[in-house]
């Protein structure tokens, strides 16, 4: 099988690397790509990966680029182009394409959609009101009390999203969005659940957590990403089961009935609350950087998986399978992020914190002369696996420890609380 990632992120690094431990897939082309993924092709034998330009603004473009290599499966990483509807001329064109069409990727595109899909299905979410002006945003505002909850209902690369106990900056974010969400604030742990499905069939991954906050103990702004684990050993019995049944599969039939059937990865932020579990967000594609953290447990070859969601014969698929492994992922971030990442600040340390086994997906990192740089606020996943949270840990933060670059930030809490067992629901 031969397959078209596109995107340029630690996410897409993740999947073509996972991709090229497949043996049913014998090409992996990621475009743009980046220079991290550039570098696998010698670490695969017989199996062709490598990057190809193009802007994926450009559907015509990235069409042409599927059809030149004789494409077998196109996976779309990132949300702006599936919400741009970058799935449907590939389909149109014949290719069989993991990720949703532009209407269903709305999920993730509208907070306003999200919310109808979840009401008409009955799934637990936060109550919210859809305001448009600032005085509508004032009265919700109030109607719930602090800590306020205001999103941009638009995508904003993790930004759109404020949480305070500030009533003049829960305002003031309210006037800066053309549509925004006022929601009740919902306390407890957060979970990060995928599921792969065809638009009928549901196949959950394992639970993650994701750290949205820059800094240690949950302070600072909040970002894409910071740094995820999984498997969650506080998580109750039966979550992933009560996720499925409560919200994937639900949310699946609903978008179905509707006409714009959901296939590719369907990502359930939630928080689990002291009432039940509640969705915080949709997301229509892999997490990041959950899926750098998840991806080095998967047993199952996740090529043939992303084909049969993509040709509608998940009905047929195994449930995944997982190593009996803990797996944590660390980014690190340029200085300034998330404000202002510098760009040009010269990398190194990569080969030495790969020695043990532990892998450094690239995100924001360009090529200059002789020199690897930061071009980009997340710059690099340090993903390490270990037989519990702890060990994984340790093999994490050492490599953390060998990566050089001036002014970088990390935080050095992640998979802490869990790994001490205090996380309670
Ligand atoms: P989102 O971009 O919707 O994932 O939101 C970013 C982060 O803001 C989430 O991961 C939560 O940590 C926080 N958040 C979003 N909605 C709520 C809410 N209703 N109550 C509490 N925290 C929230
Ligand atoms: N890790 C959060 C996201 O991918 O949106």
Redesign the pocket.
Known sequence: MKVLVIGSGG?EHALVWALGQDPAVEQVVAAPGNPGIAALRPAYDGQTVGCRPVDIADHDAVVALAQELGTDLVVVGPEVPLVAGLADPLRAAGIAVFGPSKEAAQIEGSKAFAKDVMAAASVPTGRAYICTTPEQAAEAIDAFGPPYVVKDDALAA?KGVVVTADREEALAHAAECEQVLIEEYLDGPEV?LFAITDGTTVLPMQPAQ?F?RLGDDDQGPNT??MG?YTPLPWAPDKLVEEITEKVLQPTVDELRRRGTPFSGLL?A?LALTSRGLRVI?F?C??????TQALLPLLKTPLGGVLYAAATGKLADAEPLSWKNAASVAVVVAAKKYPAKPRSGDVITGIEQAEAGGVRVFHAGTAVDGDDLVTAGGRVLAVSATGKNLDEARQHAYSAVGQIRIKGSQHRTDIALKAARGEITV
């Open positions: 996410r993790g990060s994701d949205k894409g990403g995820a990502y932020g967000e997301n594609r892999f997490g990041d950087p959950e």
